[in-house]
């Protein structure tokens, strides 16, 4: 098809033609014809259409507004549990909590067993901290139950 008839294909194909694409139709066999196409083209859409407008049966918005509801609102963790992806991440996330579980618990477990304390039996009697108001350092006993004494023995304890 020329470039003239092809800019003015769809005066040509409604009708609405000048007498320059008229006389060039008519000249012109390569244009003519696939005008001629085109128009059968639309005829066979136009032959497609349904003869009056399809109204849904009745009852049809009911049923889905029915069905919505029934459905009811996504959840956030249902992003989670009902994607494959979602499932993977959940055990791999319990995976690694496990594995840091199991860290920590034997981790504490081996710290325990190797820190021995040998604490002194009551009656003892140890360096122990000053008292304040005192100028000298005292000697506390070891498993007095007086209140003062292990505070200050709380308060100023470090570490040898």
């Not at 639309?42 to 399809?54: G, N, S, T, V």
């Not at 504490?108 to 009656?123: K, L």
Request: glycine share 8%; with cysteine.
């Amino acid at each position: 098809m020329h470039r003239r008839m092809r800019d003015q294909v769809e005066e040509v194909l409604s009708g609405r033609t000048d007498a320059s694409s008229g006389g060039h139709l008519k000249e012109c066999g390569e244009c003519r014809d696939e005008i001629a196409a085109m128009r059968k083209q639309a005829e066979l859409l136009r032959a497609l259409r349904p003869p009056a407008d399809i109204e849904p049966k009745a009852g049809f918005y009911a049923r889905v507004m029915e069905r919505i509801e029934t459905q009811g609102a996504a959840s956030i963790w249902s992003l989670f549990f009902e994607s494959p992806f979602g499932r993977r991440i959940a055990v791999a996330s319990m995976a690694l909590a496990l594995c840091l579980g199991v860290y920590l618990v034997s981790s504490e477990q081996t710290a325990d067993q190797a820190i021995v304390v040998s604490e002194p039996a009551p009656g003892d009697i140890i360096p122990g901290p000053a008292i304040p108001g005192e100028d000298q350092p005292g000697l506390v006993l070891a498993g007095t139950s007086d209140p003062d004494t292990v505070l200050v023995n709380l308060v100023t304890y470090r570490e040898q």
